[in-house]
């Protein structure tokens, strides 16, 4: 069973048995653990080795690393329009994230802090939203958007439908709930109102609850495929994740070289939001999983 | 966090009162409910005014149909195949996905020395959209020049043919879904495991439980919650996320019966939408898997208050 306390076995030295038997546990523990890492990791080893080697090698099962990876990223950066569709991604990822973090935290606001008619329905409105995904609703959503909006190949059409969040609102909300009313309390009182209040107490309250939540809005626009697939005609305006399905349809044969290397830089973003925020991203979950 | 005990709609009188102002929480609420009405719920309802009509892209006309589109879908056995598709490779998914995701996470809680880097390895593919899921597969499973296939043609001497088989195209996206959901699912299962109530957990030791003993009876049970908000959350992302992974890797195909075996709902929905513009058609399929996401939702709850352990 698990090792609740690690100090616990020095504590038994006397009895070896055990500690051994332990000992040995711990080693399968270690050798099923990297066993599971590489099988869960090994498609983007292997995507990672191969963007390294030249198009000669690229084809060969060989796993040597090698040293084109500059070569073969700047082949689709420039001509298959990777470095285009990168910067198309990052400016909308950017704003979902801020706009839907800001419009999140102000409705958490109204809903913990005002009392107010119709407040229940309108919560539950935001709460609803979570069962019309874009999927369902990219139809009617495209005629809106192309036709009667005439947003089509703008960045508009793919930042401003997402930026209301029913999940950031909920987490929000939840957490709030969990601050000491009296600290609004005292705040009124020495005559503070609800915006100071939002900026100056919540917000440095929330960092851990906004970070964990702007990983998963980051991730999420950034993995966005099917909208911007139908609304974005315009080459120089298509976001990154269906720019990797041009980089592999590029002329009759597909540079398997370059497109491992478009697949690792496009995979990038993301890690690096993950990691700066990583230890926010746990602590906004368990936080709110113990409040 | 968004265990199925607190993801009720909570009463109006949650929350004290603090500031006063009968306008101002409109004001703050007014940005986040103006996009919510005109880019989810308008476009909602016009997808169900849709599917009553027949629209001819060429000449511009609509007609009303009524419930025909429905009708039409419903007796296609195109459709049919697709819908029976879908089911599967959701059943599939959500089960193996979830089963492989708690033993992993169950692994990883163990304080062994770097459980923080096995547990970083493990939820770090989170970061890895479908699209690029679907390009690291199609590379790896290509039959001529894929590693699998130079590998399995090394060691065994045989290069199926993954994506062009309908069974084995079937098991690829199964398998490249599951894979790509673990991170997510492995995130949640380590937060709750972490949360369990030791003193139950060695409770349960000091009397005599084996380790599989306290797997089963105890943690399984008290992890109940959050295997029902992943049952639930694994079903819409095998419904929706699939279509990034089946688009670049399988298109769809191959064609096997009256579709492709790799056509599932959203993508079929975006064929006759977008490709074969057959609008009316689409808009029906796409009320259809609205009734089935608000059907998913219903039994979540309803399952969910009865059947479920809470804990504490």
């Keep these: 069973m698990a090792v609740k306390h690690p100090a616990a076995p020095a504590a038994r030295a006397d009895r070896t048995a055990p500690r051994s038997r332990r000992a040995r546990g711990e080693w399968v523990t270690h050798a099923a653990l990297i066993l599971s890492v590489l099988i869960i990791g090994a498609p983007l080893i292997l995507a990672v080795i191969k963007s390294t080697q030249t198009s000669s090698v690229v084809l060969s099962p060989s796993l040597l690393p090698g040293g084109a990876f500059f070569q073969n990223l700047s082949g689709v950066w420039q001509d298959a329009n990777l470095g285009r569709y990168m910067l198309n991604s990052l400016v909308v990822a950017v704003c979902v994230t801020a706009g839907k973090t800001t419009l999140a935290l102000l409705a958490a606001l109204a809903f913990v802090y005002f009392r107010f008619p119709l407040k229940g329905a309108a919560f539950t409105l935001v709460l609803l939203s979570l069962m019309l995904p874009t999927e369902v609703l990219i139809i009617a959503l495209f005629d809106l958007v192309s036709r009667d909006l005439n947003w089509a190949n703008t960045y508009a059409a793919i930042i401003v439908p997402f930026l209301a969040s029913a999940t950031g609102t909920f987490l929000f909300r939840q957490h709030f709930l969990s601050i000491?009313?009296?600290?609004?309390?005292?705040?009124?009182?020495?005559?503070?109102?609800?915006?100071?209040?939002?900026?100056?107490?919540?917000?440095?309250?929330?960092?851990?609850?906004?970070?964990?939540?702007?990983?998963?809005?980051?991730v999420y626009a950034w993995d966005q495929y099917i909208w911007p697939l139908v609304i974005m005609q315009q080459d120089d305006r298509q976001v990154v994740q269906v720019g990797l399905r041009r980089l592999i349809e590029v002329g009759g044969q597909t540079d398997w070289g370059a497109v491992m290397a478009g697949a690792v830089i496009t995979a990038l973003p993301p890690l690096i939001v993950f990691t700066a925020l990583q230890r926010q991203f746990s602590r906004g979950f368990a936080l709110s999983e113990d409040k | 966090m968004l265990s199925p005990a607190r993801s009720r709609p909570a009463p109006d009188d949650a929350g004290s009162a603090v500031f006063r102002g009968r306008a101002l929480p409109w004001a703050f609420l007014l940005p986040s409910l103006l996009i919510l009405a005109v880019f989810i719920y308008l476009p909602a309802l016009q997808t169900l005014r849709l599917a009553a009509y027949r629209a001819n892209v060429i000449l511009g006309t609509e007609q009303f149909v009524g419930l025909a589109n429905f009708a039409e879908l419903l007796s296609s056995p195109a459709y049919r195949q697709v819908a029976l598709q879908t089911l599967v490779f959701t059943v599939l998914t959500v089960t193996f996905g979830l089963l492989l995701s708690l033993g992993l996470a169950w692994l990883a809680r163990r304080p062994v020395r770097g459980a923080s880097t096995y547990r970083l390895l493990l939820i770090y593919p989170y970061a890895l959209s479908p699209a690029i899921a679907g390009t690291l597969w199609l590379f790896l499973f290509n039959p001529e020049i894929g590693l699998v296939n130079q590998l399995l043609g090394e060691l065994f001497g045989v290069r199926p043919r993954w994506l062009d088989t309908p069974a084995l195209a079937f098991g690829l996206v199964t398998l490249a879904a599951i894979w790509k959901g673990l991170a997510y699912n492995i995130v949640f299962y380590l937060a709750s495991i972490q949360n369990l109530p030791r003193d139950v957990m060695e409770a349960a030791e000091i009397d005599g439980a084996t380790p599989a003993q306290v797997f089963w009876r105890?943690?399984?049970?008290?992890?109940?919650?959050?295997?029902?908000?992943?049952?639930?959350?694994?079903?819409?992302?095998?419904?929706?996320?699939?279509?990034?992974?089946?688009?670049?890797?399988?298109?769809?195909?191959?064609?096997?019966?009256?579709?492709?075996?790799?056509?599932?709902?959203?993508?079929?929905?975006y064929q006759d939408g977008f490709v074969n513009f057959r609008t009316g058609a689409a808009a029906a399929q796409a009320v259809m898997m609205l009734a089935l996401v608000a059907f998913v939702t219903w039994m979540q709850f309803r399952v969910g208050e009865r059947r479920v352990h809470y804990g504490s």
């Design chain 1, 180 to 218: 000491p009313g009296s600290l609004a309390d005292a705040a009124r009182i020495d005559g503070c109102g609800p915006l100071l209040y939002l900026t100056r107490i919540l917000i440095p309250m929330s960092t851990n609850t906004i970070g964990a939540l702007a990983v998963i809005q980051f």
């Design chain 2, 218 to 269: 105890v943690a399984f049970p008290l992890l109940s919650p959050i295997t029902f908000f992943l049952v639930f959350t694994n079903i819409i992302a095998a419904l929706f996320d699939s279509f990034a992974l089946t688009d670049i890797l399988t298109r769809g195909g191959p064609y096997t019966g009256n579709a492709g075996v790799t056509t599932f709902l959203v993508y079929q929905l």
